[in-house]
């Protein structure tokens, strides 16, 4: 029940139980207590909403409490300003404190269109004049920038008739956009933000963005998500022993599970992409035997007629059907 309060599934609850050293459910086994849970329901609605609302605490609760906060020095912010602009300073950080801790310049930044970043590092310059900080664009990012502009007069026009003038507009904006000089060079290398998404996805999954966190429990939940991109589950046994705990029979067991998993899960997923691929390569060699086969038979009926059609086609192509 505890884990249906808390929004846990099956691999949530089995990976809370690794991390503690207990034995975990099976999807079955869960399955089967939550439903019991769930029958309950109503009997739950009746005694829940059976009394009246609690009032809300007033504002100024919140202000003395932010205060007393303060005043311990138990505060962690460390920004103030729009969730916008948190990107723009991350990066004049990353960028300014690249040579004094890693010993490395960042020549390039891989975009997905925003170039307010960018603008930035060029404004403060980090290195010397001399270092020049190139920006590549994320390829699965470029088509749907090149019709943000189009979306609009889109819209508007739904179940219309057909404006070919305005149309016209419509696709010389995207076909220039597209074959700016600029752009094409910024995508040559091919680059993508996947491996920032995945990475991104690995801290999130720990600490949910939806939600307000402090800077601690952020900072261990990226710290965690690297450890475990880098080493695997593995990380999660140098992590207890760094913390002065003890790996148990369970946790590695479900940690061997859930790499068994996510092993599997990915081959499957690439299994799938390459039937998908010899499918489509398939469906088109097919087609181009079927278009040669229609223009033997025309060249056919041109030389000799109708009469020895068949014959002609049955020895030049046995598979065909006319």
């Known amino acids: ?28 086994t869960f399955n089967t207590i939550a439903k019991r849970v769930y029958s309950q329901n109503e009997r739950l609605a009746e005694e829940i909403f059976a009394g009246a609302w609690i009032k809300r605490e007033t504002p100024h609760c919140y202000e003395q409490w932010r205060q007393e906060h303060i005043e311990k020095g138990e505060c962690t912010i460390n920004f103030e ?75 508007q026009r739904v179940h219309t008739l057909l404006d070919y003038k305005l149309l016209r507009q419509h696709l010389e904006l995207i076909y220039n956009r597209l074959s700016s000089v600029d752009l094409l060079r910024r995508c040559e290398l091919k680059t993508t933000q996947n491996p920032n998404e995945s990475f991104h996805h690995a801290v999130w999954s720990r600490c949910s963005k939806k939600n307000f966190h402090s800077l601690k429990p952020v900072e261990f939940a990226l710290l965690s998500a690297a450890a475990e991109q880098n080493s695997g589950p593995t990380a999660l046994s140098t992590i207890k022993t760094m913390l002065g705990f003890q790996e148990g029979e ?47 038979r025309r060249a056919c009926f041109e030389v000799c007629g109708d009469q020895n059609l068949s014959q002609l086609s049955s020895f030049f192509i046995p598979n065909f059907q006319s």
């Open 1 to 28: 029940m505890a884990s249906l309060i808390s929004g846990m599934g099956p691999y949530s609850l089995n990976n809370f139980c690794e991390y503690l050293e207990m034995p975990g459910l099976h999807q079955k």
């Open 81 to 155: 300003g729009s969730s916008g602009m948190m990107e723009v300073w991350a990066a004049e950080v990353l960028w300014g404190r690249s040579v004094q801790r890693h010993n490395l310049c960042y020549t390039t930044m891989v975009s997905d269109g925003n170039s307010k970043a960018f603008n930035k590092l060029l404004e403060v310059q980090p290195y010397s004049p001399d270092i020049v900080i190139l920006k590549e664009d994320c390829i699965n990012h470029v088509g749907p920038l090149a019709s943000t502009n189009t979306q609009t007069g889109h819209k």
């Open 250 to 296: 369970h946790g590695q067991r479900l940690g061997q599970a859930r790499e068994r998993k996510r092993v599997y899960k990915s081959s499957f997923e690439q299994q799938q992409k390459v039937k998908a691929r010899k499918k489509k390569t398939a469906a088109t060699r097919e087609k181009k035997l079927r278009r040669e086969a229609q223009h033997t």
